[in-house]
């Protein structure tokens, strides 16, 4: 079992098979190969070739869904319960806020996120600020990502920082994204950074981890 | 000069007397006239009111009758939530459950959910403002409509997976929409604006677009036309630039373009489509009147040798946003 095992997962990945590469992942496991290195030399890999594919201007929305449904389908193969803390690049709170129910571009973060090996808990949209920070704090997270379509939802975004210095919990990031939510500066929406992209806020999170 | 004969001029890239603005005012009428959301996204007679209220207030050029973006879905079977002063929002999608186009059945615009309040709304805003105004009613693109019967990450999925089935669903939406946007144009609309946010770049690519949107806005667009339409707009926000260069082909008079793209390269893209846009719609909310006014006054100095330009911000003026920020936009036009 070698480099062009991983090789052949990361095409089945990238072309969206998902029997194809869930039977890629069986022969890497039968060679005894760890599905933490799976996850950092095929999934992983699959998000930086996605990620210098995907400008602002030609973000191919398709390709990423069509690999993050293999992706999802081989962290489920690897582990019962989502990348366990122990094996994980750090652990992700995310959600779409109260009163917004757009949750495409969530998704995608969580998807592009397990594939780099965080654990990601999704708090799923339309999700109060409250229960984000309370997972992420029964989580011990890393960050919280928060996602808004819609104008609405700033104010809320703006008060997570807050509540989370009150409640001691200040090494846990926010971070923001989506349509409303980005057309706004991190310091106008209280947060440590607003992403532009998926990758933009993957960037981020492995620049503050550094991993 | 009326604000017909002013849009109409902009559109054939003839000289208007100033250029028109058109502030994507929506439940914001609600909230200035003290007037909850959630009976405005619900009530014709309201909204007509609301809406002759705020042009009265800013007098920019042209009303908008549009509730939300579910009033489709929901009078095709999806289940709304509606929220004390908010929109509404999808709880659950008519195909959640299923692909199967067959079970859908084109709503009657006349009968069906909030759809005749729509229709109510633009007779009294016609009856009230007379034939000189432009009054613009709304309508879902056939994607837009389409994630909005799915739900987005199915319908995308589908369009994946099963083509032929997702264009099926396309083409019931694009039937609802030609449906819909006549009943409206009979009622009283100069136009109906064509949303279609889920065509955008960001969700789809541009071959994609080009394969199975255009050619449907296409024939959209030209029935529109020959119901008598004053001119065909389309109204996609976020990174457009890529898709752009359809336009023409698809008759599209009036293409909105958000802060995403850049003005010159949009002038570039589109030499002879008219343009409306691209304040940053958030900045009604956060920025200053100051500001607004200076980046307004950056827009039409771009536009004043090439003409074909309507004032506008890039998507929805949100609800919240500062009536001065809008006044200062709309002075612009008029200094």
Redesign the interface.
């Known amino acids: 079992m070698n480099s062009s095992n991983m090789n052949f997962l990361i095409e089945a990945i990238l072309d969206?098979d998902v029997s194809l590469a869930l039977n890629e992942v069986k022969e890497l496991r039968n060679a005894k190969i760890k599905p933490e290195r799976i996850i950092k030399e095929a999934l992983a890999e699959v998000v930086v070739e996605l990620d210098g594919k995907c400008t602002?201007?030609?973000?191919?929305?398709?390709?990423i869904?069509?690999a993050g449904?293999v992706i999802i389908a081989i962290v489920e193969e690897l582990y019962t319960n989502g990348i366990p803390a122990s094996q994980a690049r750090g652990i992700i709170i995310i959600g779409t806020a109260e009163?917004d129910?757009?949750?495409?571009g969530k998704?995608i973060v969580k998807i592009m996120l397990m594939g780099k090996g965080y654990r990601v808990i999704d708090c799923g949209n339309?999700c109060p600020i409250e229960e984000l920070i309370n997972i992420a704090e029964k989580e011990e997270a890393n960050a919280i990502f928060i996602s808004g379509l819609?104008?609405?939802i700033?104010p809320q975004v703006r008060k997570v920082k807050s509540i989370l210095i009150q409640r001691k919990l200040t090494d846990i990031k926010v971070v923001a994204g989506g349509?409303?939510l980005k057309?706004?500066p991190a310091n106008?929406l209280n947060v440590d950074f607003v992403a532009e992209t998926v990758f933009d806020g993957i960037s981020y999170l492995n620049k503050i981890l550094e991993v | 000069m009326s604000v017909i004969e002013r849009v109409t001029k902009v559109i054939n890239f003839e000289t208007p007397d100033r250029v028109p603005v058109v502030a994507q005012v929506f439940g914001h009428a609600a909230v200035i006239s003290k007037v909850p959301l959630h009976d405005y996204i619900r009530d014709g007679k309201l909204l007509a009111q609301c809406q002759i209220n705020a042009f009265q207030r800013y007098m920019y050029d042209a009303v908008f009758a549009l509730m939300d973006v579910n009033v489709e879905t929901e009078a095709i079977g999806s289940v709304l939530e509606y929220?004390k002063n908010?929109?509404a929002?999808?709880k659950k999608y008519v195909l959640s459950d299923t692909t199967n186009p067959e079970i859908l059945s084109i709503p009657d615009p006349y009968q069906t959910k909030r759809m005749p309040e729509l229709l109510k709304a633009i007779r009294i805003l016609r009856a009230e403002l007379g034939d000189e105004m432009l009054i613009i009613g709304c309508v879902l693109g056939p994607m837009t409509l389409t994630t909005q019967l799915l739900g987005?990450?199915r319908a995308?999925?589908l369009?994946?997976d099963n083509i032929e089935k997702f264009c099926e669903i396309l083409d019931f939406s694009k039937t609802v929409n030609l449906k819909f946007g006549l009943a409206q144009i009979e009622a009283g609309a100069n136009l109906p604006v064509v949303f279609e946010p889920s065509g955008s770049?960001?969700?789809?690519?541009?071959q994609?677009f080009r394969e199975f949107i255009s050619p449907r806005l296409k024939e959209i667009f030209s029935i529109y036309k020959k119901a008598g339409a004053a001119a065909n707009w389309l109204h996609i926000?976020?990174?457009t630039?890529?898709i752009l260069p359809y336009y023409p082909e698809m008759g599209v008079d009036i293409a909105n373009f958000d802060?995403?793209v850049d003005p010159f390269y949009a002038q570039k893209l589109l030499p002879k489509t008219c343009l409306d846009g691209n304040i940053?719609?958030?900045?009604f909310?956060?920025a200053t009147p100051a500001k607004i006014a200076a980046e307004s006054k950056k827009l039409l100095d771009l536009f004043a040798d090439r003409g074909g330009y309507i004032l506008s911000s890039g998507c929805e003026i949100?609800?919240?946003s500062k009536p001065e920020n809008i006044e200062a936009m709309v002075r612009a036009t008029k200094l």
Do not use: C
């Open positions: 969206g602002i201007e030609d973000f191919n929305l398709l390709e869904m069509m449904r009163g129910i757009h949750d495409l998704n339309n819609i104008s609405t700033a349509g409303a057309q706004l106008n | 929220r908010e929109y929002l999808i987005a990450e995308l999925f369009a994946i770049p960001a969700v789809v690519p541009h994609f926000a976020g990174p630039s890529s802060y995403y940053k719609s958030l900045s909310i956060e949100p609800p919240e």
